[in-house]
């Protein structure tokens, strides 16, 4: 079992900057892929952000340029740095760990991007 643990969310205004944080704990991660996943009202859930093999980063086409996926492997941490925030940013995003066959998710942190 892996638990997920999301924070860092919260009410920005359009341009402005967040930075998510997700803490793994319970089994050992090796071989997990970690990622950053969001979902907006009435919208399907959707990857925003995953390290993908030896050591690349996927990232959705509209955040690329503004969100950085990183990660402290001492901590068991990854984080979502996000910058020049847009109103469509708005969803609660999710901290997503797998390994087939098992996929683990957080709790959610909601992200609100509004004047």
């Known amino acids: 079992q892996v638990q997920l643990v999301e924070s860092g969310g919260g009410l920005v205004q359009p341009g402005g900057s967040l930075t998510l944080s997700c803490v793994a704990s319970?089994?050992?991660?090796?071989?997990?892929?970690m990622g950053w996943y969001r979902q907006a009202p009435g919208q399907q859930r959707e990857l925003v952000a995953q390290?993908?093999?030896?050591?690349?980063?996927k990232y959705l086409n509209s955040v690329k340029d503004r969100f950085t996926i990183s990660r402290d492997n001492a901590k068991n941490t990854i984080y979502l740095e996000m910058s020049s925030l847009k109103v469509e940013d708005t969803a609660v995003y999710y901290c997503?760990?797998?390994?087939?066959?098992?996929?683990?998710w957080g709790q959610g942190t909601q992200v609100t991007v509004s004047l």
């Open positions: 997503n760990a797998k390994r087939a066959p098992d996929e683990y």
């Open positions: 390290f993908a093999d030896r050591g690349a980063r």
């Open positions: 319970g089994s050992n991660l090796y071989g997990y892929v």
